[in-house]
T-cell receptor, first 110, second 116 residues
Framework: GESVGLHLPTLSVQEGDNSIINCAYSNSASDYFIWYKQESGKGPQFIIDIRSNMDKRQGQRVTVLLNKTVKHLSLQIAATQPGDSAVYFCAENGGGKLIFGQGTELSVKP | GAVVSQHPSWVICKSGTSVKIECRSLDFQATTMFWYRQFPKQSLMLMATSNEGSKATYEQGVEKDKFLINHASLTLSTLTVTSAHPEDSSFYIC????????????FGQGTRLTVV
């Protein structure tokens, strides 16, 4: 089956705190995952990716964790800033074809 | 770089009319493009896969006669919403992949369609 988008859950954090955004995916055969950031009225922006042969990958202020056993991804944002306020989606990538997760709206309070 | 341009960025049309949205890869050739639709406060949903020189592949539940896709060149795919109705009002986004990096998706900026 495919992940289906419903109304977005929200996460509110204080500036400077760490944020953790979670995502469940549906296809156990998926082997490539991407986190995207989407600001209002814009297309998705690539943040970080991970392949199924890894369980953790780090970027600048961001870390993605992959748990294949329970089909779960998380995105950790360190020292969250107001500019991080956006909607975050995970996506399963199959040859450029993306199946998006539900999404989480992150709100950063100054 | 890899730039994908979508046009128009927003459009308002009357109910019953048709609207064409263009998706162009500006600095690379895209044999495959994808069309997504996003309703307010919801996730992106894949509508169809557009293949250059062949018929598009539509996802389940997407009407191919209503959402016409044409991928006539390696740099342009168009999505035409025919006989638009208010329920078709949405944010439409395309993405394109490079032949040498099929896993990497480059997104257009999206088109906000409002049907009145």
């Amino acid at each position: 089956g495919e992940s289906v988008g419903l109304h977005l859950p929200t996460l509110s954090v204080q500036e400077g705190d760490n944020s953790i955004i979670n995502c469940a995916y549906s296809n156990s055969a998926s082997d490539y995952f991407i986190w995207y950031k989407q600001e209002s009225g814009k297309g998705p922006q690539f943040i970080i990716d991970i392949r199924s042969n890894m369980d953790k990958r780090q970027g600048q202020r961001v870390t993605v964790l992959l748990n294949k056993t329970v089909k779960h991804l998380s995105l950790q944002i360190a020292a969250t800033q107001p500019g991080d306020s956006a909607v975050y989606f995970c996506a399963e990538n199959g040859g450029g074809k993306l199946i998006f997760g539900q999404g989480t709206e992150l709100s950063v309070k100054p | 770089g890899a730039v994908v341009s979508q046009h128009p960025s927003w459009v308002i049309c009357k109910s019953g009319t048709s609207v064409k949205i263009e998706c162009r890869s500006l600095d690379f050739q895209a044999t495959t493009m994808f069309w997504y639709r996003q309703f307010p406060k919801q996730s992106l949903m894949l509508m169809a896969t557009s293949n250059e020189g062949s018929k598009a592949t539509y996802e389940q539940g997407v009407e191919k006669d209503k959402f016409l896709i044409n991928h006539a060149s390696l740099t342009l795919s168009t999505l035409t919403v025919t006989s638009a109705h208010p329920e078709d009002s949405s944010f439409y986004i395309c993405s394109a992949s490079r032949p040498d990096s099929r896993d990497e998706a480059f997104f257009g900026q999206g088109t906000r369609l409002t049907v009145v």
